[in-house]
């Protein structure tokens, strides 16, 4: 398995994958997964970090995605990135491809300087990352009853400081 930076030319893929690996979710209105619509319209607002969009590759074929996008935490619009959605195609999952892209996520958000990988997912799978949840590191979600489910991971860069409210990316308002 390969993982590399997202081209153009992968966005049928990555919708595909998307599309595939939600598809036991609910659909939306027009029958889109609703984290193929997000990926989609993350990079139409230009929000999609390009540094920050991987894909897991093998024999060539592109066979799962992660994302971020720019957050803002209090007042500060640099420090935090939301991440995800985070989607690998269902016969590729439990073959560690998720958790390659968890980990090269990471590490390429460290390497940035930001401080914090921010997301909104199930703890027993992320904690064996380092999130915690936010509320811990006062950082609180853009929906309250998203608490439970809402983590962060700290980075090098972090600071004590680095707390308050978080919003993702305007994309993520119009789900």
């Known amino acids: 398995m390969q ?17 595939a690996a939600f598809r036991i979710h609910n ?6 997964m609703p984290e193929a ?5 993350l990079t139409a607002d230009g929000d999609l970090l390009p540094a920050l969009s991987l894909v897991a590759l093998l024999d060539g074929e592109v066979i799962g995605h992660a994302c971020s996008s720019p957050g803002h935490l209090g007042e500060d619009p640099e420090s935090a990135i939301g991440f995800g959605p985070l989607g690998v195609l269902p016969e590729h999952q439990r073959s560690g491809a998720g958790s390659a892209l968890v980990h090269a996520t990471i590490g390429a958000a460290n390497a940035l300087g930001y401080s914090l ?24 979600p853009p929906v309250p009853e998203w608490a439970p489910h809402f983590q962060a991971r700290q980075l090098t860069a972090y ?5 308050g409210a978080f919003r993702y990316a305007a994309a993520f308002d119009r789900l």
């Open 117 to 140: 990988v921010v997301l909104l997912g199930d703890p027993g799978y992320y904690s064996r990352f380092g999130f915690v949840l936010a509320e811990t590191l006062g950082i609180t």
């Open 27 to 32: 659909k939306d209105v027009t029958g889109e």
């Open 37 to 41: 619509k997000l990926v989609t319209e």
């Open 3 to 19: 993982i590399r930076q997202s081209t153009t030319d992968d966005a049928p893929a990555i919708h595909a994958v998307h599309t």
């Open 159 to 163: 600071k004590p400081a680095n707390r």
